[in-house]
């Protein structure tokens, strides 16, 4: 069973800054949040992974509330090639646990020119 | 870095043959390889895990017969589809972590599109 519940799906026009919530009421305090993107007929892409507060890299941000229980993605300023799936997966990330990494059901978002 | 490469990236079978699936990290190691199926629309579903010199561990519902598993090396898992049947059309994905890095997260094949005529 998925940890995680997103929104099924978002739309966005290109510029604008969009924000992905993940609910993990579940989460385990070995438990980090991941975040994938996925377009058609490719695998899943990494795009940025956290523990708690935040997290920056070049293409997102990842906001982590202190009690951890949801976490939200932010891609700033969108463009079309932002039109992707993009999975929240919750799990223990150290290598030697054997948990299985489910994904949920991931959030279609569509960039609209 | 943590490149995941999967191969072949498509291929067309006839219902009754077998297909190999190949799964390389190409500069990491990685003891544990994770199989997905995908179907249109739909989101991830583990089938499998495989680890290196031991046996696989298959989810509820799939068959260990039918979706062979081998994990000969650090680098290298294989997935072989046997008897494969049309309802075995589907993307495969295999994933991996990087037993060198703390943490690490999947990183994942791009895929291998399987049509049973």
């Known amino acids: 069973l998925a940890k995680t519940t997103q929104p099924i799906s978002m739309d966005s026009y290109e510029g604008q800054e969009v924000n992905i919530t993940c609910s993990h009421n579940n989460i385990a305090t070995n438990d980090y949040i991941t975040w994938y993107q996925q377009f058609p007929s490719q695998g899943p892409r990494f795009i940025i992974q956290g523990y708690k507060t935040k997290v920056t890299n070049e293409v997102a941000s990842l906001f982590i509330p202190a009690d951890r229980k949801s976490s939200t993605l932010s891609l700033p300023r969108v463009s079309l090639s932002d039109t992707a799936v993009y999975y929240c997966l919750v799990g223990d990330m150290n290598y030697y646990n054997t948990d299985k990494l489910i994904f949920g059901t991931g959030t279609r978002l569509q960039v609209f020119p | 870095g943590a490149v995941v490469s999967q191969h072949p990236s498509w291929v067309i079978c006839k219902s009754g043959t077998s297909v190999k699936i190949e799964c390389r990290s190409l500069d990491f190691q990685a003891t544990t390889m994770f199989w997905y199926r995908q179907f249109p629309k739909q989101s991830l579903m583990l089938m499998a895990t495989?680890?290196?010199?031991?046996?696989?561990?298959?989810e509820q519902g799939v068959e260990k017969d039918k979706f062979l598993i081998n994990h000969a090396s650090l680098t290298l898992s294989t997935l072989t589809v046997t008897s494969a049947h049309p309802e075995d059309s589907s993307f495969y994905i295999c994933?991996?972590?990087?037993?060198?890095?703390?943490?690490?997260?999947?990183?994942f094949g791009n895929g291998t599109r399987l049509t049973v005529t």
């Open positions: 994933s991996a972590r990087d037993r060198g890095k703390v943490n690490s997260p999947l990183h």
């Open positions: 495989s680890n290196e010199g031991s046996k696989a561990t298959y």
